[in-house]
């Protein structure tokens, strides 16, 4: 699947592409990774770059393509990808539009991260990223989880650092480019039929849960099934249609190989509203 993630700083599309990386077996490549590891190698991008990003600014344009046609040109990317900060504005946009024509290669879909802006706030302000392997933590959630597990780079813990552009001054102008920049790409996006929306508060795995019923992925298996008597066939879960009504997102890879199985009622996808925003799965009754 060939994927973009939307949504204003803070709003979990480091955090989600990282989930969704292990579910599709595709390549996240964020644009804000990809600069922050130029500025600390000393590289001349990086050196170009580093301004901008002190100031909460955008890069400049042909800093950011280069450095993005690059990385879809390497072999993991054939296979699909998340894109996570980029496109970022409308010319970003046509640019990625164009090459991913020139490739024979469209996006899948654009899924648009939804969350308050004072809760936007709270979460930048607790994030902590390790140094070693990039893995993205919230002091007000989950760093305590990353002092009880190894690093998988190191096998030793995490080395908590702080963005540098985390701070109350940046942060605001973050929010206020994203608002002026950004946010037209939504309209962008639902005009081509690839947008979907989600509600990205609340719980991790409530918000991934969201994200794979929106993109057409099964949804992960929560508890350890029982032991079947032998002989009977194991059912695999398998993929959801799209929830936002839009259309439905290409079988990931892994998704191919599992069996498909009937729909229980309808092969039609739910229906979401105007706004493509995905309605969350309708809960079976319990007896
Ligand atoms: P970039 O690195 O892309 O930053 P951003 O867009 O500001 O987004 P963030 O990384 O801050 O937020 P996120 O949505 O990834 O949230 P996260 O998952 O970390 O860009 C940085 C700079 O680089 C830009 O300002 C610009 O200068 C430059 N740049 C980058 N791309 C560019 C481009 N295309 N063009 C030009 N310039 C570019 O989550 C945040 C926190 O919340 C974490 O602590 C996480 O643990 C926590 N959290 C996540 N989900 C939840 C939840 N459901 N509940 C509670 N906490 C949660
Ligand atoms: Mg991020």
């Given amino acids: 699947m060939r994927i973009v993630l939307l949504g204003a700083p803070g709003s979990g599309k480091g955090t989600q592409s990282q989930r969704l990386v292990e579910r599709a077996g595709i ?14 190698r000393g590289t001349e991008l990086g050196r170009q770059a580093k301004a901008a990003m002190d100031d909460g600014r955008l890069v400049d344009d042909s800093l950011v393509l280069g450095m993005i046609r690059e990385r879809l040109g390497e072999a993991d990317a054939r296979r ?26 469209p996006l899948d879909a654009v899924v648009q991260l939804e969350v308050d802006p004072a809760e936007l706030v709270r979460r930048i302000s607790g994030r902590r990223t390790c140094a070693d392997c990039g893995r993205v933590f919230n002091v007000f959630g989950s760093a305590p989880a990353a002092q009880s597990e190894p690093c998988p ?24 480019v994203y608002e002026e920049k950004t946010r037209p790409l939504v309209d962008f996006y639902r ?3 690839l947008l979907r929306v989600i509600d990205a508060q609340g719980e991790l795995d409530a918000v991934t ?8 992925l099964p949804a992960a298996r929560r508890v350890a099934r029982k032991k079947r008597p032998a002989g009977r066939a194991t059912r695999r879960a398998a993929p959801r249609p799209s ?3 839009a259309r439905p997102a290409r079988r990931s ?9 009937k729909a229980r009622r309808s ?21």
Avoid at 31 to 40: E, H, I, P, W, Y
Avoid at 85 to 98: D, I, K, S, Y
Avoid at 273 to 285: M, T, Y
Wanted: aromatic share 2%.
């Fill in 27 to 40: 390549p996240q490549i964020s644009s804000g990774d990809l600069l922050r590891a130029a500025v600390a």
């Fill in 80 to 105: 699909g990808f998340i894109l996570d900060g980029f496109p970022r504005n409308l010319a970003q946009a046509h640019a990625l539009e164009r090459l991913l024509e020139s490739l024979k290669r």
């Fill in 153 to 176: 780079k190191t096998g030793a813990p995490h080395r908590l650092m702080q963005r540098p552009d985390d701070t109350e001054a940046t942060v605001a102008e973050r929010l206020r």
């Fill in 191 to 193: 005009a081509r039929g």
């Fill in 209 to 216: 849960r969201r994200l794979l019923q929106a993109l057409g």
């Fill in 243 to 245: 929830a936002s009504g």
């Fill in 253 to 261: 890879a892994a998704a191919k190989t599992a069996p498909r199985r």
């Fill in 267 to 287: 092969s039609r996808p739910a229906r979401g509203g105007k706004s493509g925003r995905a309605r969350p799965a309708r809960r079976r009754r319990s007896r």
